[in-house]
């Protein structure tokens, strides 16, 4: 092989590795979506126990049992933010959820981890959410339109929504009591 013909492979093989390498990284830190969400006056952190009860429910939506014995929230009259991770297809995606009165009001991708599947990130994935409720089968009241290469990420972020409705229709319930 040439000389010019192995630099040209070193290129992309340095182009496409910087690439994935700058896929994966902090897009916003959660001090941050927090202070965004709140306009700047970000509530007591609040947590939801997972009971056994909750547990099922919660095990059912993501497909596998919850991975933390508490999940916390910040509430704000009708409105509540979950910072939440679940796996794509091998690291954990850390995602914020904004709820207000049952709907979702803001999705974001905080923390990507993965090699690839960070698409999942941008605005025109996520704002496919806005306004989403869940119905009576703990599902998306929407068609989520999935991204060529990405399915394991857009699965993850589905199944993070989904829970994140349910469980902010239980604390919505919680305090009306």
């Known amino acids: 092989m040439s000389p010019a ?4 492979w070193f290129l992309i093989v340095f182009l496409v590795g910087v690439g994935v390498s700058s896929a994966r990284g902090v897009y916003q830190e959660p001090d941050a979506f927090l202070h965004e969400t709140f306009a700047g006056e970000t509530p007591q952190r609040k ?12 095990t059912e939506i993501l497909g596998h049992p919850p991975n ?8 704000d009259g009708g409105r509540t933010a979950w910072i939440v991770e679940e796996i794509g297809k091998e ?12 709907n ?3 999705v974001k991708v905080l923390i990507f981890r993965e090699s690839r599947g960070w698409e999942v990130r941008h605005d025109f994935f996520t704002e496919q959410f806005n306004g989403a409720r869940l119905t009576g089968q703990h599902e998306l009241d929407r068609n989520i339109d999935g991204i ?15 829970m994140v409705l349910f469980l902010d229709r239980k604390v919505s319930a919680d305090e009306l009591r």
Do not use: D, F
């Open 5 to 8: 013909r192995r630099i040209g």
């Open 47 to 58: 947590a939801l126990w997972i009971t056994p009860e909750l547990k099922g429910q919660v």
């Open 91 to 102: 690291k954990p995606i850390t995602t914020g959820i904004v709820v207000n009165a049952g």
């Open 104 to 106: 979702i009001e803001r």
């Open 148 to 162: 060529s290469g990405a399915t394991m990420s857009v699965n993850a972020v589905t199944r993070l929504a989904r």
């Open 68 to 75: 933390a014995m508490r999940i916390r929230y910040w509430a």
